[in-house]
């Protein structure tokens, strides 16, 4: 068996020598391991041209889930699975299919797990794998950029500036047909149940069923998150509503700030998504 790591040495924690933990690992193990480092300047044809020249049989993402996405773009559609190394700030994507973040746990499940399909969902041009939303996290995730203090505290600070900052949205949401109109805070688009942070923010969702949820933040009710967190009780629907679909076009008044899995995009003011069924192959 050949393993093919694609390591973002950029991704969280720096006191960590990824490649020195994995190749450690593998060292009396009766499998071929290829250890690619992205580059400052890496691009997706890149990312492809060594999966092509590697012809691995596992393909794994070690990062966070922006190294994650790189390869399940360069994989879309593959039925060559992919693993997950969680060593990036979040790690959102790991949480949501109980990887752990103990590097050498993590590599168990890649040589003894099991591929597993789950769909994606496609935002305008971009692939989501996890969670994207319109308005206040987003903000929230263009200010955690800029500080030089990561992890929970640097996400803390974020947040605090961004209650203070972000001015709540008009929205319109047309699914199946019809047509929601309504002041927003924010409104996510959940392929997955929580942000990396361990808020759950969908507690409905799948990542291997046909639909996504659309969760329509109506005010800054983190209050209702957090009920919904700790007493698993339903939201309250003049706060937040959910709505589940295969497909939805959200336009916002004006430019609204767009974050797809932890990585800011910019303003815009529509976002159109559909499911990608069965999209890409994780080892769970």
């Given at each position: 068996?050949?393993?093919?790591?694609?390591?973002?040495?950029?991704?969280?924690?720096?006191?960590?020598?990824?490649?020195?933990?994995?190749?450690?690992?593998?060292i009396d193990k009766?499998?071929?391991?290829?250890?690619?480092?992205?580059?400052?300047?890496?691009?997706?044809?890149?990312?492809?041209?060594?999966?092509?020249?590697?012809?691995?049989?596992?393909?794994?993402?070690?990062?966070?889930?922006?190294?994650?996405?790189l390869v399940a773009?360069?994989?879309?559609?593959?039925?060559?699975?992919?693993?997950?190394?969680?060593?990036?700030?979040?790690?959102?994507?790991?949480?949501?299919?109980?990887?752990?973040?103990?590097?050498?746990?993590?590599?168990?499940?890649?040589?003894?797990?099991?591929?597993?399909?789950?769909?994606?969902?496609?935002?305008?041009?971009?692939?989501?794998?996890?969670?994207?939303?319109l308005g206040f996290?987003?903000?929230?995730?263009?200010?955690?950029?800029?500080?030089?203090?990561?992890?929970?505290?640097?996400?803390?600070?974020?947040?605090?500036?961004?209650?203070?900052?972000?001015?709540?949205?008009?929205?319109?949401?047309?699914?199946?047909?019809?047509?929601?109109?309504?002041?927003?805070?924010?409104?996510?688009?959940?392929?997955?149940?929580?942000?990396?942070?361990?808020?759950?923010?969908?507690?409905?969702?799948?990542?291997?069923?046909?639909?996504?949820?659309?969760?329509?933040?109506?005010?800054?009710?983190?209050?209702?998150?957090?009920?919904?967190?700790?007493?698993?009780?339903?939201?309250?629907?003049?706060?937040?509503?959910?709505?589940?679909?295969?497909?939805?076009?959200?336009?916002?008044?004006?430019?609204?700030?767009?974050?797809?899995?932890?990585?800011?995009?910019?303003?815009?003011?529509?976002?159109?998504?559909?499911?990608?069924?069965?999209?890409?192959?994780?080892?769970?």
């Amino acid at each position: 068996m050949k393993l093919l790591f694609i390591i973002n040495p950029g991704s969280g924690s720096h006191d960590i020598d990824l490649k020195d933990v994995i190749s450690k690992y593998f060292i009396d193990k009766d499998i071929e391991i290829d250890l690619f480092e992205l580059p400052d300047d890496c691009s997706m044809d890149k990312i492809k041209s060594k999966i092509d020249q590697s012809k691995a049989d596992k393909v794994i993402a070690a990062g966070g889930d922006g190294t994650l996405k790189l390869v399940a773009e360069c994989l879309l559609n593959s039925d060559t699975p992919i693993g997950i190394i969680p060593a990036g700030s979040a790690n959102g994507m790991a949480k949501e299919l109980g990887i752990p973040t103990n590097i050498e746990e993590a590599l168990k499940i890649i040589e003894h797990g099991k591929p597993k399909k789950i769909h994606l969902v496609k935002l305008n041009d971009e692939i989501c794998i996890h969670l994207s939303d319109l308005g206040f996290n987003a903000y929230l995730v263009k200010k955690f950029d800029t500080l030089p203090n990561r992890g929970m505290w640097g996400y803390a600070k974020a947040t605090w500036h961004a209650l203070w900052n972000h001015k709540r949205m008009d929205v319109e949401i047309k699914i199946k047909g019809e047509s929601v109109k309504s002041k927003a805070a924010m409104v996510a688009i959940a392929n997955a149940t929580m942000y990396g942070t361990g808020l759950k923010i969908n507690p409905d969702g799948k990542l291997d069923d046909d639909l996504f949820e659309i969760i329509l933040v109506k005010d800054y009710s983190y209050l209702e998150i957090l009920k919904i967190w700790f007493t698993k009780l339903p939201f309250n629907p003049k706060k937040i509503e959910v709505f589940q679909t295969s497909s939805v076009k959200i336009a916002s008044k004006h430019k609204a700030h767009f974050q797809v899995d932890g990585e800011y995009i910019g303003k815009i003011n529509t976002v159109e998504a559909e499911i990608l069924p069965a999209a890409i192959s994780v080892i769970v």
